[in-house]
């Protein structure tokens, strides 16, 4: 008997349908809830299924010293001190978390502080200089201190001729330890704009200084322009026939004078990177020194460098041992550059800086004369 077409027809229709809807049941049990809330074991990660690990227990790490970067900067400033505080970031402080003080003597507007500020997780408080901690105090005769800026600038001495310069020598000498903003602090670690860190800095330096007794740390030394510090040393011997008690016995005199102290061999700790005891510039001792080399007004009728009198203060008021080399920070404030000679220091620092052009053993280095000590 002939099956008629139409029953074909029908009978494939059906087939059809039951195709269809079977095909839905089971594309629906794949994409269903319970499906995604239990992948295979050889699914890969889905992106919301990490759990969320707070970024500070990763990194902050049990113990911290009471210690914090100091920037003293402009406005203007800007550039070069978001790409210094990247470098020690990504160098350091991404895993310690250290706050930041930025000083200056005018406001710091709000650009600055919100181009500054999305750089770190760490604390960072913006800072107004008060009015006297940065001009010049009423003692200095201003005509004598703007003929003397004249003459400098006509020998081209180096910053010769800015006053604001050397507001920033003296107030680096004499006044950042006693901004309210630092005073909750002991120890800083100094950084300028455009400075770079070439290494990771593996073990915590402000620990360090802390826990071996150090007052004062340095990477690179050099000797000072003889016509910024004419009378600093005759005033600094003033100073120390005054009050001999203030030489320590175990001193680093030999760092800068090369015959018992008669003169100044121009040897000073290259005071951009510095990391120090706050203790010490606060002390009685450093005190009473930075009040006399002020009443002297050679920061203003010289060009007295923070460098040599920070220098020459740590070289012989605190015993040598207090005085530290960090060999293994990696450091560049252009033009010069100290990197880790030491082929493994330079591998585990995973550094940016070349070894043969570190300005360690450079002719106008320091440094063979600290070995010596
Ligand atoms: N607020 C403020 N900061 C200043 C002023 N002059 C210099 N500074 C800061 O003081 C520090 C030293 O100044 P620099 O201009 O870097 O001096 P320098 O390192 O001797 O010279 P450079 O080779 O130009 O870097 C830096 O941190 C500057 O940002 C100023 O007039 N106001
Ligand atoms: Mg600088």
Not at 152 to 172: A, H, K, P, T, W
Not at 230 to 244: G, H, I, Q, S, Y
Not at 246 to 264: E, R
């Amino acid at each position: 008997m002939a099956i008629p077409i139409r029953n074909v027809l029908i009978v494939l229709v059906l087939l059809a349908v039951l195709f269809v809807t079977f095909s839905i049941h089971n594309n629906n049990t794949l994409i269903s809830p319970k499906s995604f809330a239990t992948p295979s074991v050889d699914s890969p990660p889905l992106p919301d299924s990490t759990p969320e690990i707070p970024h500070t227990t990763l990194h902050v790490p049990p113990e911290r010293a009471n210690a914090t970067f100091a920037i003293l900067c402009r406005n203007s400033d800007i550039d070069g001190v978001i790409q210094s505080v990247r470098s020690i970031e990504d160098r350091f402080n991404r895993n310690h978390g250290y706050p930041y003080v930025f000083l200056n003597e005018e406001a710091f507007d709000d650009e600055f502080k919100r181009r500054v500020s999305v750089l770190s997780s760490a604390q960072m408080e913006f800072g107004l200089i008060p009015h006297d901690h940065w001009y010049a105090p009423s003692w200095i005769d201003e005509q004598k201190a703007a003929a003397a800026r004249q003459k400098m600038e006509e020998d081209q001495v180096i910053y010769g001729g800015s006053l604001s310069y050397r507001n920033m020598c003296r107030f680096n000498s004499g006044f950042f330890f006693r901004h309210p903003l630092l005073q909750k602090y002991r120890y800083y670690w100094r950084v300028e704009p455009w400075v770079h860190f070439h290494c990771d800095i593996s073990s915590d330096p402000f620990l360090f200084m802390q826990n071996n007794n150090k007052s004062y740390g340095f990477t690179i030394s050099m000797y000072e322009f003889q016509s910024t510090i004419v009378t600093l040393w005759d005033t600094v011997k003033e100073f120390a026939r005054a009050n001999p008690k203030t030489i320590h016995p175990d001193n680093a005199l030999a760092f800068v004078s090369d015959d018992g102290g008669s003169n100044f061999n121009m040897c000073h700790f290259w005071s951009n990177f510095e990391i120090a005891d706050m203790d010490f510039w606060r002390g009685e001792t450093y005190m009473s020194f930075f009040e006399f080399l002020d009443r002297a007004g050679g920061f203003y009728y010289e060009r007295w460098g923070d460098a040599p009198v920070h220098s020459i203060a740590a070289s012989l008021f605190l015993p040598r041992s207090s005085i530290h080399f960090f060999e293994e920070i990696g450091y560049e404030h252009p033009p010069y550059t100290h990197c880790p000679v030491d082929k493994q220091r330079w591998l585990d620092g995973r550094c940016s800086c070349n070894p043969e052009n570190s300005f360690d053993y450079d002719g106008y280095s320091c440094l063979r004369r600290w070995d010596s000590l």
